[in-house]
């Protein structure tokens, strides 16, 4: 594919089309960040001349890969996905990890409540907490819904942390947005691909969970989507894959997750929770994935894991997770990437 990146989206933006339709060459545009992406699917010299005719464009890459917008063949840079709260900015792709955690689902005020203050203490920068729950069975706790959303913008003006959550379905989109701070995709849906597409065009930063059995191209690929309706603020989250392994509950694919670095300018997170299924492996897992270069950790915490109504084996307590607070601020010192406790005071403006 050919994709040419041009400067805002005024002048130059028409001047492209012109020439192109003017050419017949069949392109799509894309607001991509500051600037507009012009993918023209099959390479070839009309296309090349027509974008050298332009003169005004900023750069033409020729990609491999089948996921332009995402690809670093075409954005060479890191993305930087920022959060501004009342306490700080957030950056998520930046030179410094970041520490995402809270309890798998919101059970209840005081719980989250007490979970916020727990990862606000340890210098955590997003909280996590689940509204609507993909439950393997039908007869699982589903989540508080509405109400979860409600006390996670409660948990958000008490603490300062922005807060992700999972959305299920296209039509949640409007609301799960209107409190959420970054829209979680999960696993089992990362191939739904309305969802997606109504997801890139919610105006917020969207976490892209990998799908259990997705290959890190297929991953990618969901993640184009999200892009491709303008919306460039995507987080990639490896969460464990489905292996012959019984002793975890999934694997967790680091190398893919260092693959997905590679291939995208993306940030990619990793999430121990999820892939090992057991609260002992967690710390040791996060700890890899800084150590490893990637943007940072979702884990899992609970004020009393083994009366969780979800995911209790794997969550982790709040000495626990202190522990491994404490354990990746050193390691992250100790890779030159050190890590901000919480939201970054300093650049509230
Ligand atoms: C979660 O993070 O709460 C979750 C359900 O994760 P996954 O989609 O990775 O299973
Ligand atoms: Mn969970």
């Known amino acids: 594919m050919m994709v040419a990146l041009v400067r805002g989206g005024g002048a130059a933006v028409s001047k492209l089309s012109g020439i192109l339709e003017g050419h017949g060459i069949p392109f799509r545009r894309v607001p991509f960040g500051q600037r507009t992406a012009f993918i023209v699917e099959a390479e070839s010299p009309a296309a090349r001349e027509a974008m050298a005719e332009c003169g005004e464009v900023e750069r033409v890459a ?8 995402v690809s670093r063949e075409v954005v060479e840079e890191n993305t930087v996905v920022r959060l501004t709260t009342s306490r700080g900015t957030v950056e998520i792709g930046g030179r410094a990890p970041v520490l995402i955690a809270g309890p798998c689902s919101v059970e209840g005020e005081n719980m989250l409540l007490a979970t916020a203050r727990t990862v606000t203490e340890a210098g955590g920068a997003v909280l996590r907490g689940g509204a609507f729950k993909p439950r393997t069975s039908p007869y699982s706790f589903q989540g508080l819904g509405v109400r979860a959303l409600e006390l996670l913008a409660l948990a958000r003006q008490e603490t300062g942390l922005p807060v992700v959550t999972e959305v299920m379905t296209p039509e949640q989109v409007p609301l799960v947005a209107r409190y959420a701070d970054i829209l979680q995709i999960g696993a089992r849906n990362m191939q739904n691909f309305t969802l997606l597409q109504e997801a890139g065009q919610a105006g917020r930063p969207v976490l892209l969970k990998r799908g259990p059995g997705a290959t890190v191209q297929e991953w990618l690929l969901a993640a184009e989507y999200v892009l491709l309706q303008g919306n460039p603020n995507v987080i ?9 392994e019984t002793s975890t509950r999934h694997t967790l694919d680091l190398s893919s997750a260092v693959v997905a670095k590679r291939l995208s300018h993306l940030p990619v997170i990793v999430d121990p929770s ?38 209790g084996p794997q969550s982790l307590t709040f000495d626990g997770f202190a522990g491994m607070a404490e354990a990746m601020f050193r390691v992250a010192e100790a890779s030159g990437r050190p890590m901000a406790r919480g939201p970054v005071l300093a650049a509230v403006s």
């Open 62 to 69: 020729v990609t491999r890969e089948p996921f332009p917008l």
């Open 236 to 244: 990639l989250c490896e969460r464990g894959i489905r292996t012959f």
């Open 274 to 311: 999820h892939a090992t299924g057991r609260r002992d492996l967690v710390p040791a897992m996060a700890l890899a994935a800084v150590a490893a270069g990637l943007d940072g950790v979702m884990v899992e915490v609970h004020p009393d894991p083994a009366h969780a109504l979800s995911d």
